[in-house]
């Protein structure tokens, strides 16, 4: 964390910067329309995250995505503090879905360092155990009768493991290693 | 009237944390005369794995909606993620036919095809659009009058505005306040009722959703409110469960019971709190409950 605002406040090297990483992330769903962002601002005044932390720019993070900063942004765990509220994306004057944006880099992060917060490994390892995202003890699973609920639906774990396995999650998830959590007192970015 | 039949997507916070919500939400359906089919085998709804993977969220989120069109059944759930992530991957996936032939892709593998037929519904549209006012007052045998309530609808049932449909208003959203009213409470409009719960980002810091969430407690306590009433089991946990906790990390003191709509809706149909879960919530509604009965 403290490396990732300590680069953000260094002027770019120029060799670092990929200027076709935009396209890349076109390129993923929700994410076409970054060419458009104009530097508003808009997203980062409405951000729920960036009204109790400057840390979370999400205005910032269009541009660095613009200017082709991939160095910057993947693997930059400032990305897990979006809430997914998605008053960026109604907010925009562009149309550009900021928080899909947003949603690609941090796929693109997972994919390429393999690796992701604790939490999100957690999840999908109880997804693929149990095809729920928490692991049902089984003094709620018994409780449920007691409080006439019918009995807690069974996956189907072939299905779910087979899509874990067709999208390509089920080889990154075995070995990816997990993120501490994130400090927003480590420092802060301007804009 | 045909009877309003649904496939019943319970998703995974409510049966792991929030069964009260779900007892609640069956005993007012069933009284309204909504029928609730039980969903075999549905899996996750793909919200928790779409910030590490998108494909595989939708793919999860399309394997359910094959269920529900296997059965030619639309899907209702009480939960705002399992909505924002079913309702979503149903538009984008009936909208773009690259992402649909991808998915489908993923999908044969279980020899399923995702064709776009179900639609997806959260608990709150099925009650205002296709059970009615009407019917509902009807139903409504002890007005809670003189319950000053505030509502929390939740992020994911109102954007992004263009995917989620049903015409609420995300800059002042109407239709929970709209339900609340049905059931004689007042419902209390106060400062930023649109901010994020922030529950989506506690596993990685707990610092800047505990702020949200401790403006929001502020915010509907000093207009006074006797309860706040959430749509949704992640926002649920963020002001109920996790009330305690705020208090402590801002030497704060709230004691604001925190009801699951249907709660309210149920004590308003006549239904014991017993009979509701109510007995469950982390907060404590004893107050709230000898007022109502004054």
């Given at each position: 964390m403290t490396e990732a605002v300590e680069d953000a406040q260094k002027p770019a090297e120029t060799e670092k910067i990929d200027p076709k990483f935009k396209y890349e992330i076109m390129?993923?769903?929700?994410?076409?329309?970054?060419?458009?962002?104009?530097?508003?601002?808009t997203c980062t005044a409405d951000c729920a995250i960036a009204r109790f932390t400057d840390f979370y720019k999400p205005r910032k993070i269009a541009r660095m995505v613009q200017l082709g900063l991939k160095d910057r942004l993947v693997?930059?765990?400032?990305?897990?503090?979006?809430?997914?509220?998605?008053t960026c994306v109604d907010h925009c004057p562009q149309g550009v879905e900021v928080s899909s944006i947003v949603r690609a880099l941090r796929n693109l992060s997972v994919k390429s360092r393999g690796e992701m917060p604790f939490i999100f490994k957690n999840f999908a390892s109880n997804i693929l155990k149990s095809g729920y995202v928490y692991l049902m003890p089984e003094s709620r699973v018994k409780k449920r009768e007691e409080q006439g609920l019918p009995p807690l639906p069974k996956s189907n774990l072939g299905d779910v493991a087979e899509l874990f396995k067709a999208t390509g999650f089920a080889e990154t998830l075995e070995t990816a290693k997990t993120l501490e959590n994130v400090k927003t007192k480590a420092g802060s970015q301007d804009g | 009237m045909a009877e309003l039949e649904y496939f019943f997507f319970l998703g995974c916070l409510i049966p792991y944390r929030l069964a009260s919500y779900e007892v609640s939400a069956r005993k007012v359906l069933a009284k309204l005369g909504v029928k609730l089919v039980e969903m075999p085998e549905f899996n996750c709804c793909g919200f928790p794995v779409a910030p590490v993977n998108f494909d595989l969220a939708l793919s999860l989120a399309a394997r359910n909606l094959c269920l529900a069109e296997q059965r030619n059944m639309n899907i209702l759930t009480l939960c705002n993620g399992c909505f924002g992530t079913l309702n979503e991957a149903n538009r984008m996936l009936k909208e773009d036919k690259t992402l649909r032939d991808k998915v489908n892709g993923y999908l044969r593998q279980l020899n399923m095809e995702f064709k776009g037929t179900a639609s997806v519904k959260h608990l709150v549209h099925v009650l205002a659009e296709d059970v009615g006012q009407e019917k509902m007052k009807e139903h409504v045998k002890t007005p809670l009058t003189g319950l000053r309530v505030a509502q929390h609808t939740g992020c994911h049932l109102l954007r992004p505005a263009k995917r989620v449909?049903?015409?609420?208003?995300?800059?002042d959203p109407k239709i929970l306040k709209n339900l609340i009213g049905l059931t004689g409470a007042e419902c209390l409009d106060y400062m930023?009722?649109?901010?994020?719960?922030?529950?989506?980002v506690v596993g990685v810091n707990e610092e800047v959703p505990f702020q949200m969430a401790k403006e929001k407690l502020d915010h509907v306590k000093a207009i006074g409110a006797q309860a706040l009433v959430t749509v949704c089991p992640s926002c649920h946990m963020m002001y109920d469960f996790s009330q305690p906790r705020i208090e402590k990390a801002f030497n704060a003191s709230y004691g604001l019971p925190v009801l699951h709509y249907t709660q309210l809706l149920g004590l308003a149909m006549g239904f014991k709190p017993e009979e509701l879960g109510?007995?469950?919530?982390?907060?404590?509604?004893t107050l709230l409950l000898s007022q109502m009965q004054t």
């Amino acid at each position: 964390m403290t490396e990732a605002v300590e680069d953000a406040q260094k002027p770019a090297e120029t060799e670092k910067i990929d200027p076709k990483f935009k396209y890349e992330i076109m390129k993923m769903p929700g994410a076409g329309k970054i060419n458009l962002c104009f530097q508003c601002g808009t997203c980062t005044a409405d951000c729920a995250i960036a009204r109790f932390t400057d840390f979370y720019k999400p205005r910032k993070i269009a541009r660095m995505v613009q200017l082709g900063l991939k160095d910057r942004l993947v693997g930059n765990d400032v990305l897990w503090l979006c809430t997914t509220c998605h008053t960026c994306v109604d907010h925009c004057p562009q149309g550009v879905e900021v928080s899909s944006i947003v949603r690609a880099l941090r796929n693109l992060s997972v994919k390429s360092r393999g690796e992701m917060p604790f939490i999100f490994k957690n999840f999908a390892s109880n997804i693929l155990k149990s095809g729920y995202v928490y692991l049902m003890p089984e003094s709620r699973v018994k409780k449920r009768e007691e409080q006439g609920l019918p009995p807690l639906p069974k996956s189907n774990l072939g299905d779910v493991a087979e899509l874990f396995k067709a999208t390509g999650f089920a080889e990154t998830l075995e070995t990816a290693k997990t993120l501490e959590n994130v400090k927003t007192k480590a420092g802060s970015q301007d804009g | 009237m045909a009877e309003l039949e649904y496939f019943f997507f319970l998703g995974c916070l409510i049966p792991y944390r929030l069964a009260s919500y779900e007892v609640s939400a069956r005993k007012v359906l069933a009284k309204l005369g909504v029928k609730l089919v039980e969903m075999p085998e549905f899996n996750c709804c793909g919200f928790p794995v779409a910030p590490v993977n998108f494909d595989l969220a939708l793919s999860l989120a399309a394997r359910n909606l094959c269920l529900a069109e296997q059965r030619n059944m639309n899907i209702l759930t009480l939960c705002n993620g399992c909505f924002g992530t079913l309702n979503e991957a149903n538009r984008m996936l009936k909208e773009d036919k690259t992402l649909r032939d991808k998915v489908n892709g993923y999908l044969r593998q279980l020899n399923m095809e995702f064709k776009g037929t179900a639609s997806v519904k959260h608990l709150v549209h099925v009650l205002a659009e296709d059970v009615g006012q009407e019917k509902m007052k009807e139903h409504v045998k002890t007005p809670l009058t003189g319950l000053r309530v505030a509502q929390h609808t939740g992020c994911h049932l109102l954007r992004p505005a263009k995917r989620v449909g049903h015409g609420d208003n995300p800059e002042d959203p109407k239709i929970l306040k709209n339900l609340i009213g049905l059931t004689g409470a007042e419902c209390l409009d106060y400062m930023d009722e649109t901010e994020c719960c922030g529950n989506t980002v506690v596993g990685v810091n707990e610092e800047v959703p505990f702020q949200m969430a401790k403006e929001k407690l502020d915010h509907v306590k000093a207009i006074g409110a006797q309860a706040l009433v959430t749509v949704c089991p992640s926002c649920h946990m963020m002001y109920d469960f996790s009330q305690p906790r705020i208090e402590k990390a801002f030497n704060a003191s709230y004691g604001l019971p925190v009801l699951h709509y249907t709660q309210l809706l149920g004590l308003a149909m006549g239904f014991k709190p017993e009979e509701l879960g109510l007995d469950e919530l982390r907060v404590k509604p004893t107050l709230l409950l000898s007022q109502m009965q004054t």
